[in-house]
């Protein structure tokens, strides 16, 4: 096409480099059958390659978590989990490569034909369809399909919480209020978004920008057809366009996905569909579930945190038990954030006062320790992000070590020389949280902070800690929580954190509402770089600035202790997901 070039979605290889080294792996490991391993299972070897591979298709694979999840509606799906088990019954434009390694990073076409068609200046991305494309009631699946579901995502109203970068994107002063309240007779009325035939979709950018096709890999680019959109019931029935559809969804219990009949495993590379079906239970007994794993009446934690103390002694000191589990770093942190809407934390130093305060080493600890929690956390961007410097410590957490003087020091300079009261909201679901949050009151009574633990209901966090007026109205000063990259990239990591553009009234992950122009523009201009390596030096600014604020008490860079059953193949953990790619398993025994 005259006027526009042809790009590849990719890591860049600066990008690729920098996440070999932090995953411990190289391109060597992953040599043979796109990174298959044919050697048997050992511990942390999923972390690298594919453990048990196979083809063998048949059987129920048996998925258990603690916590429900966020929402099976791919407009409002944010948690970790939940994009990854998007896969297994929704497609969009593009999708991760299915590999272990930094190849799990590149984008590969999914509902797309090829890699976009892309304009000169960057902002403008022309897909074309695959033909034979269809949803599970049979029907086709077109390019306004695709544009109604992300017509979706601007309908905050009636479907908030889930990733927000695509308003952000396609916006631009518009307004557009969602399909729900579009005065348009078809209600596609978004101007950015173009669907010219069945099979073509152009996307209008306000500034070039690389990330895009990343932010339509979330959930929120997969297609919806108008006629099936119940809106906020949307989650209880969605439809699929993937190798799966749900049988049943039973909200706080789980689910139950077969095969989509309709799904043609030709237009799909991506994905092995291997069971014939797929079992979620939501329990909230973690110590039950991890029992069920070992025991082998369950396959794998959904969720993906890691399994409980009881367990991990158990798989640590048992050579058989922990051969099936892995600890790789996983491009989460694990952190406090502090509330500069909430007094006093509305002075700098009372900010200051509980990130010295606080015991790098305890809070290492109630998470896990080294092995099943991670290392003690440095700074807001995780090690696998290019742009990150681990070495960069401007809090001293390195020492892990409370810093006392500093703390008072810090109390006399904010006017609360004795201390203070707060409170601390927790997920009540969430033990190893609940832990870091009883080691941080401990750290703060020493220095006459005292925090009130106050645990709300973890599938509420959207209306919870991310709702501003309810952080508010409770007087949350410090808020227990951990992000993975929503793409891997500085602004797929702390963007969503620390960028004003994503401060929402619901699903507001932007804890402290951190709206600091210079970190605004930093985030603008990385985002505008056509150099990785430049972007990555921008987004290291940005983590600077948030540094600078002491808006966030970073705890670990996590690492999580899961356990597979033996019986699962084609078990890897996948870098572009941070968790196992559920889309490739496969059970064993056919059963």
Same mark, same amino acid.
């Given at each position: 096409m005259a006027g526009k070039t042809k790009v590849m979605v990719a890591a860049t290889?600066?990008?690729?480099?920098?996440? +070999?080294?932090?995953?411990?792996?190289?391109?060597?490991?992953?040599?043979?059958?796109?990174?298959?391993?044919?050697?048997?299972?050992?511990?942390?070897?999923?972390? +690298?390659?594919?453990?048990?591979?196979? *083809?063998?298709?048949?059987?129920?694979?048996?998925?258990?978590s603690s916590q429900d999840v966020d929402s099976f509606d791919p407009a409002i799906s944010y948690y970790g989990w939940s994009i990854d088990m998007n896969r297994l019954y929704s497609r969009t434009l593009m999708t991760y490569t299915p590999k272990p390694g930094p190849d799990?990073?590149?984008?590969?076409?999914?509902?797309?034909?090829?890699?976009?068609?892309?304009?000169?200046? &960057?902002?403008?991305?022309?897909?074309?369809?695959?033909?034979?494309?269809?949803?599970?009631?049979?029907?086709?699946?077109?390019?306004? *399909?695709?544009?109604?579901?992300?017509?979706?995502?601007?309908?905050?109203?009636?479907v908030p919480g889930g990733p927000l970068y695509l308003i952000e994107e396609l916006d631009q002063g518009q307004k557009y209020p969602g399909p729900y309240k579009d005065t348009d007779p078809n209600k596609l009325g978004l101007k950015t978004v173009e669907t010219p035939d069945d099979s073509t979709i152009i996307f209008h950018l306000k500034a070039a920008n690389a990330n895009f096709p990343y932010e339509l890999a979330l959930p929120g680019g997969?297609?919806?057809?108008?006629?099936?959109?119940?809106?906020?019931?949307?989650?209880?029935?969605?439809?699929?366009?993937?190798?799966?559809?749900?049988?049943?969804?039973?909200?706080?219990?789980?689910?139950?996905?077969?095969?989509?009949?309709?799904?043609?495993?030709?237009? *799909?590379?991506?994905?092995k569909a291997l069971p014939d079906k797929i079992v979620l239970t939501i329990t909230t007994n973690a110590d039950d579930m991890d029992s069920r794993l070992i025991a082998g009446t369950a396959d794998l934690d959904s969720s993906q945190s890691g399994v $409980?103390?009881?367990?991990?002694?158990?798989?640590?000191?048992?050579?058989?038990?922990?051969? +099936?589990?892995?600890?790789?770093?996983? &491009?989460?942190?694990?952190?406090?954030?502090?509330?500069?809407?909430?007094?006093?934390? *509305?002075?700098?130093?009372?900010?200051?006062?509980?990130?010295?305060?606080?015991?790098? +080493?305890?809070?290492?600890?109630?998470?896990?320790?080294p092995i099943a929690g991670g290392d003690i956390a440095t700074n807001m961007l995780p090690p696998n992000i290019l742009g990150a410097d681990p070495k960069y410590d401007p809090y001293g957490r390195a020492q892990g070590k409370p810093q006392v003087d500093k703390a008072k020091a810090a109390l006399q300079a904010c006017g609360k020389p004795n201390g203070f009261d707060t409170k601390i909201a927790v997920r009540n679901n969430k033990p190893a949280e609940i832990a870091t949050a009883t080691?941080? $009151?401990?750290?703060?009574k020493t220095v006459g902070i005292n925090a009130a633990i106050e645990q709300y209901d973890g599938k509420n966090i959207s209306s919870v800690v991310g709702s501003p007026?309810?952080?508010?109205?409770?007087?949350?000063?410090?808020?227990?929580?951990?992000?993975?990259?929503?793409?891997?990239?500085?602004?797929g990591y702390l963007a969503p954190l620390a960028s004003g553009s994503f401060i929402a009234q619901s699903g507001n992950f932007n804890l402290p509402e951190?709206?600091?122009?210079?970190?605004?523009?930093?985030?603008?201009?990385?985002?505008?770089?056509?150099?990785?390596?430049?972007?990555?030096?921008?987004?290291? $600014?940005?983590?600077?600035?948030?540094?600078?604020?002491?808006?966030?008490?970073?705890?670990?860079?996590?690492?999580?202790l899961n356990y597979y059953n033996p019986r699962l193949t084609?078990?890897?953990?996948? $870098?572009?997901?941070?968790?196992?790619?559920?889309?490739?398993l496969g059970v064993s025994d056919g059963k």
């Amino acid at each position: 096409m005259a006027g526009k070039t042809k790009v590849m979605v990719a890591a860049t290889a600066a990008l690729t480099l920098g996440l +070999t080294a932090a995953c411990g792996g190289s391109s060597d490991d992953n040599k043979d059958n796109g990174g298959t391993s044919s050697t048997g299972a050992s511990f942390n070897a999923a972390a +690298t390659k594919i453990v048990n591979p196979s *083809d063998k298709k048949g059987g129920t694979l048996n998925f258990w978590s603690s916590q429900d999840v966020d929402s099976f509606d791919p407009a409002i799906s944010y948690y970790g989990w939940s994009i990854d088990m998007n896969r297994l019954y929704s497609r969009t434009l593009m999708t991760y490569t299915p590999k272990p390694g930094p190849d799990g990073l590149i984008l590969s076409p999914d509902l797309a034909e090829a890699a976009p068609q892309v304009s000169e200046d &960057g902002k403008t991305y022309t897909f074309k369809l695959k033909s034979g494309l269809k949803f599970d009631d049979g029907s086709p699946i077109t390019s306004k *399909d695709i544009k109604y579901g992300i017509e979706r995502i601007f309908a905050q109203d009636v479907v908030p919480g889930g990733p927000l970068y695509l308003i952000e994107e396609l916006d631009q002063g518009q307004k557009y209020p969602g399909p729900y309240k579009d005065t348009d007779p078809n209600k596609l009325g978004l101007k950015t978004v173009e669907t010219p035939d069945d099979s073509t979709i152009i996307f209008h950018l306000k500034a070039a920008n690389a990330n895009f096709p990343y932010e339509l890999a979330l959930p929120g680019g997969a297609p919806v057809p108008q006629k099936r959109d119940t809106g906020d019931k949307y989650a209880l029935a969605p439809a699929s366009s993937g190798p799966y559809k749900f049988e049943s969804i039973q909200p706080g219990k789980g689910a139950t996905l077969v095969r989509n009949p309709n799904w043609d495993p030709a237009t *799909d590379p991506n994905r092995k569909a291997l069971p014939d079906k797929i079992v979620l239970t939501i329990t909230t007994n973690a110590d039950d579930m991890d029992s069920r794993l070992i025991a082998g009446t369950a396959d794998l934690d959904s969720s993906q945190s890691g399994v $409980q103390t009881q367990a991990r002694t158990q798989i640590l000191t048992n050579d058989k038990l922990k051969e +099936t589990a892995y600890n790789p770093n996983n &491009g989460f942190i694990r952190y406090a954030a502090l509330s500069p809407k909430v007094a006093p934390f *509305d002075n700098i130093e009372c900010r200051k006062a509980v990130i010295y305060a606080s015991d790098p +080493t305890t809070l290492q600890t109630a998470r896990g320790g080294p092995i099943a929690g991670g290392d003690i956390a440095t700074n807001m961007l995780p090690p696998n992000i290019l742009g990150a410097d681990p070495k960069y410590d401007p809090y001293g957490r390195a020492q892990g070590k409370p810093q006392v003087d500093k703390a008072k020091a810090a109390l006399q300079a904010c006017g609360k020389p004795n201390g203070f009261d707060t409170k601390i909201a927790v997920r009540n679901n969430k033990p190893a949280e609940i832990a870091t949050a009883t080691a941080l $009151q401990a750290a703060l009574k020493t220095v006459g902070i005292n925090a009130a633990i106050e645990q709300y209901d973890g599938k509420n966090i959207s209306s919870v800690v991310g709702s501003p007026s309810v952080v508010k109205a409770k007087g949350y000063g410090i808020m227990i929580a951990g992000w993975g990259a929503d793409f891997p990239t500085g602004y797929g990591y702390l963007a969503p954190l620390a960028s004003g553009s994503f401060i929402a009234q619901s699903g507001n992950f932007n804890l402290p509402e951190i709206n600091d122009p210079a970190i605004n523009d930093l985030f603008a201009k990385g985002l505008a770089e056509k150099d990785a390596q430049a972007a990555a030096a921008d987004y290291q $600014q940005a983590n600077e600035k948030v540094m600078d604020g002491y808006y966030y008490l970073p705890f670990v860079f996590d690492k999580a202790l899961n356990y597979y059953n033996p019986r699962l193949t084609n078990v890897y953990f996948h $870098q572009g997901l941070a968790m196992v790619d559920f889309a490739s398993l496969g059970v064993s025994d056919g059963k």
